[in-house]
């Protein structure tokens, strides 16, 4: 299976995939409401929360992928809005409903998620600037100043792999 079959395999059942998405963090919630415990309902925050980082893993995976082969224009004209949005969708709710059951520093997934986004934060920067920088940068930004700056990134991205890590 290529990259491009699981998106349009995707694509294909997005019904079905509409409602799980949907559905999950309010039946986690209620799962949780049902089964309370102070090592139950960490798990079950952390399995939503997993399904949400890895949905949201996969909406920057798609746009990546789209935006390097046809750019943005590609992404507009041919992109399903309801697979684009879900994926926020379902973080914020998982986030939200999370919050109202537990503080967040008890759910051992969020550690993870906080790490996740200041990686990709720092690697889409990266990737940016990359694909933007020529030569005349040079001539309005000091070489001494780009490269602090380039530092900070990477040290956004270390402070979010050590956040997973440790």
Same mark, same amino acid.
């Given at each position: 299976?290529?990259?491009? !079959?699981?998106?349009?395999?995707?694509? %294909?059942? &997005?019904?079905?995939? !509409?409602?799980?998405?949907?559905?999950?963090?309010?039946?986690?919630?209620?799962?949780?409401?049902?089964?309370? +415990?102070?090592?139950?309902?960490?798990?079950?925050?952390?399995?939503?929360? /997993?399904?949400?980082?890895?949905?949201?893993?996969?909406?920057? /995976?798609?746009?990546?992928?789209?935006?390097? *082969? +046809? /750019?943005? #224009?590609?992404?507009?004209?041919?992109? %399903?809005?309801?697979?684009?949005?879900?994926?926020?969708?379902?973080?914020?709710?998982?986030?939200?409903?999370? #919050? #109202?059951?537990?503080?967040?520093?008890?759910?051992?997934?969020? &550690?993870?998620?906080?790490?996740?986004?200041?990686? !990709? !934060?720092? =690697?889409?920067?990266?990737?940016?600037?990359?694909? &933007?920088?020529? *030569?005349?940068?040079?001539? =309005?930004?000091? =070489?001494?100043? =780009?490269?602090?700056?380039?530092?900070?990134?990477? /040290?956004? +991205?270390?402070?979010?792999? #050590?956040?997973?890590? %440790?």
């Amino acid at each position: 299976m290529t990259i491009e !079959a699981l998106y349009v395999q995707l694509a %294909d059942l &997005r019904i079905p995939i !509409a409602v799980l998405v949907f559905a999950a963090p309010w039946i986690t919630y209620l799962l949780c409401v049902a089964i309370p +415990g102070k090592t139950e309902e960490p798990l079950l925050l952390s399995i939503n929360l /997993g399904l949400a980082i890895a949905g949201f893993l996969l909406l920057i /995976g798609y746009l990546s992928y789209a935006v390097n *082969i +046809g /750019g943005w #224009r590609l992404v507009v004209t041919t992109a %399903d809005l309801l697979l684009l949005v879900l994926p926020l969708y379902h973080m914020l709710v998982s986030l939200w409903l999370s #919050r #109202r059951r537990l503080p967040l520093h008890l759910i051992p997934a969020f &550690r993870t998620f906080q790490g996740l986004i200041m990686m !990709a !934060a720092a =690697f889409l920067f990266l990737s940016w600037l990359g694909a &933007r920088i020529r *030569i005349i940068f040079f001539s =309005f930004v000091p =070489f001494s100043t =780009f490269l602090v700056l380039l530092a900070i990134v990477v /040290g956004i +991205g270390y402070a979010g792999y #050590r956040k997973i890590t %440790d």
